[in-house]
């Protein structure tokens, strides 16, 4: 079954410092992998995707992602936080082998930056 | 930029009565998407639309739940008889093609008592 991992539910890092949030996944087949952003009284704001090709995919707001196939793991990373860059961030899966369209969501991870 | 709309932002209802939840998706896309969050919970899949008729839908989406796109423009998620664990935020989302990244809509609160 598909299901994606985030094993952090809260991160925390100063202003100005590099952040990382994790996510792993599990499909049967090849993934899509997705972030999403969400502040408060929000929806779900996609940041950026992978679909193929380089590994490494640059999104919105400077965010950026890995995709590590042989470690099943699509971390979201930005090189210098900012205070206007805490808020819930979801990652996604899609299972291409599978006719499914719907994307299986982690269960977040809270990211909170320090002034 | 275009953005998925959703109507109302918060409804409160009566247990067993029937609500619907609206939402308006950005105007070329085709695949049309609704999901939820119970409160704490992961955010779940309950329905796919395309091409006028469902093309997939979860275990959660029994017979209680139905949806429909009355016109060019609209896409709506109707609750027959609302139960308490109703209760959750949601979303509406939609995208162009199937291979694309989805757009949500900011979440419509609907809280059963």
């Known amino acids: 079954a598909q299901s994606v991992a985030q094993p952090e539910d809260q991160v925390n890092v100063a202003e100005g410092n590099p952040l990382t949030v994790k996510c792993t996944y599990s499909?049967?087949?090849?993934?899509?992998l997705f972030w999403y952003v969400q502040y408060p009284n929000r929806g779900l704001q996609f940041l950026l995707k992978y679909i193929t090709g380089d590994n490494l995919v640059k999104g919105s707001y400077g965010f950026e992602a890995e995709f590590n196939k042989s470690q099943t793991s699509f971390h979201l990373k930005k090189p210098s936080a900012l205070v206007s860059d805490s808020a819930l961030y979801f990652c996604a899966v899609r299972d291409i082998e599978d006719s499914s369209y719907k994307l299986i969501f982690g269960s977040g991870t809270r990211l909170l930056v320090r002034p | 930029e275009p953005e998925v709309t959703q109507t109302p932002s918060h409804q409160v209802t009566q247990m067993g009565q029937e609500v619907i939840l609206r939402c308006v998706p950005i105007?070329?896309?085709?695949?049309f998407y609704w999901y939820r969050q119970i409160l704490g919970q992961k955010v779940e899949f309950l329905v796919s639309?395309?091409?006028?008729?469902?093309?997939?839908k979860s275990e959660i989406f029994d017979d209680q739940f139905s949806v429909e796109r009355p016109d060019g423009s609209n896409f709506t998620l109707k609750i027959r008889s609302t139960k308490l664990e109703d209760s959750a935020m949601y979303f509406c989302a939609s995208s162009v093609s199937h291979y694309n990244e989805q757009f949500f809509g900011p979440g419509t609160r609907l809280t059963v008592l």
């Open positions: 105007s070329n896309h085709l695949y």
């Open positions: 639309f395309y091409n006028n008729e469902i093309s997939e």
């Open positions: 499909v049967s087949g090849n993934p899509y």
